[in-house]
C-alpha cells in the first residue's frame, strides 16, 4: 500500500512530490490532488479514511465492534447504531488528523448508502450530510459491494473487464466488473451468505467456549480449528448440485451440520452449549464443503465468461474480495482453480477485505475521475437496505447449462 507524508501536502517544493504537483505549473504553484473522506458504516464497523487521486491512503480510522457482538451472540442492528452514532465523530476526526488534511480541502465526501443494515447506514449517511452541508462538498454515495470490488484497483494495477467474487458475512456475488459502475451479475447467494453460515454454525457448537478461539469471530474460529482437524470423518452434500447456475446457497448446508451436530451431541451425552470433542472435524468438514461449493460456482462463472467472449482468455482475472475472502484456505483453493484456468489470481490485503473506510474513499476516487454519480445536490438522497449490483444476467448463465468438470485435481493442487 502507497502512503504518503504530511508534508507532502503541507509544503510547496522543486522536486517532485509524489505526483501531487502538476508539471506543467512553475515551483510555488501546486496542483491541488483530488482528496476524497471515505465513511462506512453499512453493518458493525465503523471506518473512514482519507484517499488522493493516485491511491495514496493519506489517513484512517476503524472503530470495530466485534468484541461487543460476540458477547450477544450476533449482530443486534440497534445495538450497532448505537455504537456506530457513539463512535463516528471520532473516526473521521482521527481519519483526517492522520491525513493532515481539513474537511475545506476535501474534492468530495463519500458514503456507503447501500446495501446494509438500515439502522447503521442511517448513522453514516446523517453524519456525512451534515459535513456536505457545512462545508458545501460534493457527495458520492456508494454501493458497499461495487467498493469491495474495486478496492484491487487501488492495490494493484487491474484493468477492466474481470471477474470478481465478493464473499463476506452479509453477501456472496459472482460479477463481472466492466467499469467503475458497470457490473454484469452471474450469480449470488439465494438465502444466506457463507460468512453468516460459518458464524452461526461456530455459535452452534460454542467455539467461543473453546480455550483456543475465546476471542474470534465465528468464521475466523472454524478455520483456526479446520487447520488440525480431519475433513474427512464428515461428509456434507453439497448445495445446488442439479442447477448449472453461478447461485448459491448455503442455509439448507447449514441444517445438514445442525443436524449432524445433534446427533453427535446425542452420542457424546452432552447438552447443547456443551463442546463436543470432534469440533476440530466437523469445523475442517465445514470450512471444506463451504470451499468446494464456492469452486465449484466460480468455475462455471469462468467457463461462462471464456465461452461467451465476456472476457479474454489471454487476460483474465479472478479477484477475490470480502471478509471471507481472507480464509486462506478458500482463498487457497480459488488459487488453484485460477491457476488452472490460466486466470491471474488476485485480492486486496486481509485488512482490506474486511469493511474499511479506505474502500469508500477509493471508489469515491474511481466515481470523480470518471464524473459517475457526484452529487452537488444531497435532496431526496436515501439509504437502501437492499441493493442489487449491476445487470443481471444469471439467467443467461442458467440457459448455457455449464457442466464444471471434476474437481479433483484442482482440490489436490490446493491441499
Same mark, same amino acid.
Request: charged fraction near 20%; aromatic fraction near 4%; proline fraction near 4%.
Given at each position: 500500500?502507497?502512503?504518503?507524508?504530511?508534508?507532502?501536502?503541507?509544503?510547496?517544493?522543486?522536486?517532485?512530490?509524489?505526483?501531487?504537483?502538476?508539471?506543467?505549473?512553475?515551483?510555488?504553484? =501546486?496542483?491541488?490532488?483530488?482528496?476524497? *473522506?471515505?465513511?462506512?458504516?453499512? /453493518?458493525?464497523?465503523?471506518?473512514?479514511?482519507?484517499?488522493?487521486?493516485?491511491?495514496?491512503?493519506?489517513?484512517?480510522?476503524?472503530? /470495530?465492534?466485534?468484541?461487543?457482538?460476540?458477547?450477544?451472540?450476533?449482530?443486534?442492528?440497534?445495538?450497532?447504531?448505537? =455504537?456506530?452514532?457513539?463512535?463516528?465523530?471520532?473516526?473521521?476526526?482521527?481519519?483526517?488528523?492522520?491525513?493532515?488534511?481539513?474537511?475545506?480541502?476535501?474534492?468530495?465526501?463519500?458514503?456507503?448508502?447501500?446495501?446494509?443494515?438500515?439502522?447503521?447506514?442511517?448513522?453514516?449517511?446523517?453524519?456525512?450530510?451534515?459535513?456536505?452541508?457545512?462545508?458545501?462538498?460534493?457527495?458520492?454515495?456508494?454501493?458497499?459491494?461495487?467498493?469491495?470490488?474495486?478496492?484491487?484497483?487501488?492495490?494493484?494495477?487491474?484493468?477492466?473487464?474481470?471477474?470478481?467474487?465478493?464473499?463476506?458475512?452479509?453477501?456472496?456475488?459472482?460479477?463481472?466488473?466492466?467499469?467503475?459502475?458497470?457490473?454484469?451479475?452471474?450469480?449470488?447467494?439465494?438465502?444466506?451468505?457463507?460468512?453468516?453460515?460459518?458464524?452461526?454454525?461456530?455459535?452452534?457448537?460454542? =467455539?467461543?467456549?473453546?480455550?483456543?478461539?475465546?476471542?474470534?469471530?465465528?468464521?475466523?474460529?472454524?478455520?483456526? *480449528?479446520?487447520?488440525?482437524?480431519?475433513?474427512?470423518?464428515?461428509?456434507?452434500?453439497?448445495?445446488?448440485?442439479?442447477?448449472?447456475?453461478?447461485?448459491?446457497?448455503?442455509?439448507?448446508?447449514?441444517? *445438514?451440520?445442525?443436524?449432524?451436530?445433534?446427533?453427535?451431541?446425542?452420542?457424546?451425552?452432552?447438552?447443547?452449549?456443551?463442546?463436543?470433542?470432534?469440533?476440530?472435524?466437523?469445523?475442517?468438514?465445514?470450512?471444506?464443503?463451504?470451499?468446494?461449493?464456492?469452486?465449484?460456482?466460480?468455475?462455471?462463472?469462468?467457463?461462462?465468461?471464456?465461452?461467451?467472449?465476456?472476457?479474454?482468455?489471454?487476460?483474465?482475472?479472478?479477484?477475490?474480495?470480502?471478509?471471507?475472502?481472507?480464509?486462506?484456505?478458500?482463498?487457497?483453493?480459488?488459487?488453484? *482453480?485460477?491457476?488452472?484456468?490460466?486466470?491471474?489470481?488476485?485480492?486486496?490485503?486481509?485488512?482490506?477485505?474486511?469493511?474499511?473506510?479506505?474502500?469508500?474513499?477509493?471508489?469515491?476516487?474511481?466515481?470523480?475521475?470518471?464524473?459517475?454519480?457526484?452529487?452537488?445536490?444531497?435532496?431526496?438522497?436515501?439509504?437502501?437496505?437492499?441493493?442489487?449490483?449491476?445487470?443481471?444476467?444469471?439467467?443467461?448463465?442458467?440457459?448455457?447449462?455449464?457442466?464444471?468438470?471434476?474437481?479433483?485435481?484442482?482440490?489436490?493442487?490446493?491441499?
Amino acid at each position: 500500500m502507497k502512503s504518503i507524508a504530511r508534508s507532502l501536502l503541507r509544503t510547496a517544493r522543486c522536486s517532485p512530490a509524489g505526483g501531487l504537483r502538476s508539471r506543467s505549473t512553475p515551483c510555488g504553484k =501546486l496542483h491541488r490532488p483530488k482528496l476524497v *473522506l471515505g465513511i462506512e458504516t453499512s /453493518c458493525d464497523d465503523t471506518g473512514a479514511a482519507v484517499v488522493d487521486e493516485a491511491g495514496n491512503v493519506l489517513g484512517e480510522a476503524l472503530q /470495530c465492534q466485534r468484541e461487543v457482538h460476540l458477547k450477544t451472540g450476533g449482530i443486534i442492528p440497534h445495538v450497532a447504531q448505537q =455504537l456506530h452514532r457513539e463512535n463516528i465523530e471520532q473516526v473521521v476526526k482521527e481519519a483526517l488528523s492522520v491525513s493532515g488534511v481539513s474537511v475545506n480541502e476535501l474534492t468530495a465526501i463519500a458514503t456507503t448508502v447501500k446495501p446494509g443494515l438500515a439502522l447503521s447506514l442511517e448513522v453514516g449517511l446523517d453524519y456525512s450530510l451534515k459535513l456536505v452541508n457545512k462545508y458545501q462538498k460534493p457527495f458520492i454515495p456508494i454501493h458497499h459491494m461495487e467498493a469491495h470490488a474495486l478496492t484491487i484497483r487501488l492495490t494493484n494495477q487491474v484493468e477492466f473487464p474481470f471477474l470478481v467474487l465478493l464473499l463476506s458475512g452479509g453477501h456472496c456475488i459472482l460479477a463481472v466488473a466492466q467499469g467503475v459502475s458497470d457490473f454484469l451479475l452471474l450469480g449470488q447467494s439465494i438465502d444466506i451468505a457463507p460468512g453468516d453460515m460459518l458464524d452461526k454454525v461456530a455459535r452452534r457448537l460454542s =467455539l467461543i467456549k473453546h480455550p483456543e478461539c475465546h476471542s474470534m469471530a465465528g468464521g475466523k474460529a472454524i478455520e483456526h *480449528l479446520a487447520q488440525t482437524g480431519n475433513r474427512q470423518q464428515y461428509t456434507f452434500r453439497l448445495p445446488m448440485q442439479q442447477y448449472r447456475n453461478c447461485d448459491f446457497s448455503f442455509s439448507g448446508l447449514q441444517n *445438514l451440520i445442525n443436524k449432524t451436530i445433534i446427533q453427535k451431541e446425542k452420542e457424546e451425552g452432552i447438552q447443547e452449549g456443551e463442546l463436543l470433542s470432534c469440533v476440530k472435524d466437523i469445523a475442517a468438514a465445514v470450512q471444506h464443503v463451504v470451499a468446494i461449493h464456492i469452486i465449484q460456482r466460480t468455475y462455471r462463472a469462468m467457463l461462462f465468461c471464456i465461452k461467451n467472449g465476456i472476457l479474454s482468455p489471454k487476460h483474465a482475472t479472478l479477484v477475490v474480495s470480502g471478509g471471507v475472502a481472507s480464509n486462506q484456505y478458500i482463498r487457497k483453493g480459488l488459487q488453484a *482453480l485460477a491457476n488452472a484456468n490460466s486466470f491471474a489470481f488476485l485480492s486486496p490485503p486481509p485488512r482490506l477485505c474486511t469493511d474499511n473506510g479506505v474502500m469508500i474513499a477509493w471508489n469515491g476516487i474511481e466515481r470523480l475521475r470518471a464524473g459517475l454519480g457526484v452529487l452537488n445536490s444531497t435532496e431526496g438522497i436515501r439509504f437502501e437496505p437492499k441493493a442489487p449490483l449491476g445487470t443481471d444476467i444469471s439467467n443467461q448463465v442458467e440457459e448455457d447449462s455449464i457442466k464444471v468438470p471434476k474437481l479433483r485435481k484442482i482440490l489436490q493442487l490446493a491441499s
